[in-house]
């Protein structure tokens, strides 16, 4: 299906190295960014706020349908009810900034559409099976109907394909399009978080929230668009972090098969 | 409920400042990471593929249940079977090394044992608080139950709860375990393409593949576990990569609320 924009060689007249190797820097950063519960009362320019937000959009995606939203939260009644929203956490009490970062499952309908308009624009030729994906491939995959039913219809389809030859079966439900957004936009979310880190700044990720009081105050979409987290963001405080870092051991999680 | 660990001052007598400073080299890093379709034919040292695990083990995530796990897949006859099931794509053909990346929904049991054994014996004195997030909090937050049934009930429960006060309402059904463990499994996966990246090398992240038959080739359990995304990784081919970074305005992203 997906087939030939994936596993042919395309005829792209492209080419793009690059030379970039700086293991020390980025395992230097890893290693410095902890998830920070208490900041100082400094304040972050607003210049790198938005140079860190646009590090994020830079983050790899499914099928590049940004589904991502960044809500950067500067008003003060707004800034105080997610505090509450946030159960008070000193992460957000005494953070100098706080974003809250949206999975959308919506959004793919028109940023389809964007990519579609951007291969016509770019001096780059596209081959025609590229602009079938995002034509045909791409609203087959992630439309999943009203209450799910042209996702179960899917499901059924490629299950009955699935039984002679591997198959993409996935997003094939409502539940499969959350995973499938908050996914990407938790790539994104890691880029934003080492980014300030990189800054000189702290965060910490937070899903400890009330994601219906949330998702109202930012009028988002029921069934549409979720909190993925709410990222707190300041100079961290002499007793920001509360301890050593704790990791189990790697064998756990590192299996060679 | 988790009140008092999060917004009381905890009595940790540690403190860990950092003085790190680069932004400039992770905005290059960021700028240099493409998704990579096409590989030449050079390895990788097995140090190299560890230090970058190492790195993406790192990442923050969910209240440090790190429910992630990384499939180094380096049997000839595991990787022919999985560059099937990823339906022959030329970013896993030529792919130097595959590593799958599988969230799970169950080790959150193991990980809050071995989170309190690490407590017991790392010097930091822990606050009851803490011990007691882990011992009571944490599978109260993330067991749902046979079917979802005690997700269910903490759903009914919570809203009502939830009318009077801000309540944090997720993970209340399987589908939020789902969700829940691949966001922070994302999070470790954009770590570890940095991490290569910042090495030398390239990734491309996959979600188009067979779930079932990767999932059935690793022995994962059923309802537990599932795979994430898969990642490519290699030295970029001269025609590795298939056009300019395409990312619509940030304006439909970015928003100040």
Chains 1, 2 share one sequence.
Do not use: H
């Amino acid at each position: 299906m997906s087939k030939s924009i994936l596993s042919e060689s395309p005829e792209f007249n492209y080419s793009e190295q690059s030379n970039y190797y700086n293991p020390e820097a980025f395992t230097e950063l890893v290693s410095n960014r902890r998830s920070c519960r208490v900041y100082s009362d400094e304040q972050i320019p607003e210049e790198i706020m938005l140079k860190c937000l646009d590090l994020a959009l830079l983050a790899p995606n499914s099928s590049n349908m940004q589904p991502w939203e960044f809500y950067w939260v500067r008003s003060e009644d707004k800034r105080n009810k997610l505090t509450s929203y946030c159960l008070n956490q000193n992460t957000v009490k005494t953070a100098a900034e706080m974003i809250v970062v949206v999975a959308r499952t919506d959004t793919w309908k028109r940023n389809s559409k964007l990519m579609l308009e951007a291969f016509e624009t770019q001096e780059i030729k596209v081959p025609k099976s590229a602009t079938q994906y995002y034509s045909k491939i791409v609203p087959l995959a992630y439309n999943q109907g009203f209450l799910g039913w042209l996702g179960m219809i899917k499901r059924i389809v490629f299950s009955i394909i699935a039984l002679r030859k591997p198959m993409v079966r996935q997003p094939k439900s409502t539940a499969d399009m959350r995973v499938w957004s908050n996914k990407s936009t938790a790539l994104a979310c890691e880029n934003l978080m080492l980014a300030f880190r990189a800054y000189g700044y702290d965060t910490c990720p937070i899903e400890g929230l009330d994601q219906r009081r949330v998702r109202r105050m930012l009028n988002l979409p029921y069934g549409k668009a979720e909190v993925c987290m709410a990222i707190s963001v300041g100079r961290r405080a002499e007793n920001g972090i509360y301890g050593p870092r704790i990791r189990f051991d790697s064998s756990l999680f590192i299996k060679e098969v």
